[in-house]
């Protein structure tokens, strides 16, 4: 077997695990295999132990990437930061978009988004973290974003996204993990939209947010390996 399937059965054993210690029902938690900075080659061998859903960060990284596994049956989602310059190739090459923090972001992917092709999903990243993170609309700018974005024709609000900052301390992650899930509870209830996607939790950390309901925990170190370059 491959270092890399090997390494995909530990992580799903890893997250059936947690799910049966915190409670969670059988397969609600999803895998996102961030394959970032790693070749197609890498894709293709995750994807013949079974893995379908790949998460990449940049943009021009991922085109090329998409393009050479155009003959499997991925579902792509980007995780990355987005300029608006980019959106136009995201907007087309992906099914999800997690990493939303800004209306004109959601507004181009919504306009640029192939009418041929199923609405995109989108989450909104949240800052978890207050002046600890840049990335992230804030818990208070959250409501009326969502509002706005809820309403895009090309787009389906699906959920949220977070990013704690990096920390030893088990309580304080649960702690951010368990405010984007109260967040989402709550919007749902503001929205009338069922919000089933909170992604959240990576590789170090994924038990943590599996105990606070995420639906999808995105992993890349634990299933490729040490990421040795950024990737441009
Ligand atoms: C790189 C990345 C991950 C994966 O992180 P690991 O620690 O390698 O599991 C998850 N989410 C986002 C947004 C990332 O950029």
Known sequence: MSGVAENLMTVSARIAAAGRKYGRPEGSV???AVSKTWPAAS???AFAAGQRAFGENYVQESVDKIAELADLPIEWHFIGPLQSNKTRLVANHFAWVHSVDRLKIAQRLSEQRDVHLPPLKLCLQVNVSGELSKSGVTPE????LAREVAQLPRIELAGLM???EPSPDEAL???RFRQLAHLRD???VTLGLPLDMLSMGMSDDLELAIAEGSTLVRVGTAIFGARQRPAA
Do not use: K, S
């Open 43 to 45: 894709v293709r061998e």
């Open 186 to 188: 709550a919007l749902r």
């Open 173 to 175: 992650l649960r702690a």
């Open 141 to 144: 700018a959250l409501p009326a």
């Open 162 to 164: 977070c990013i704690p």
């Open 30 to 32: 999803g895998l996102l």
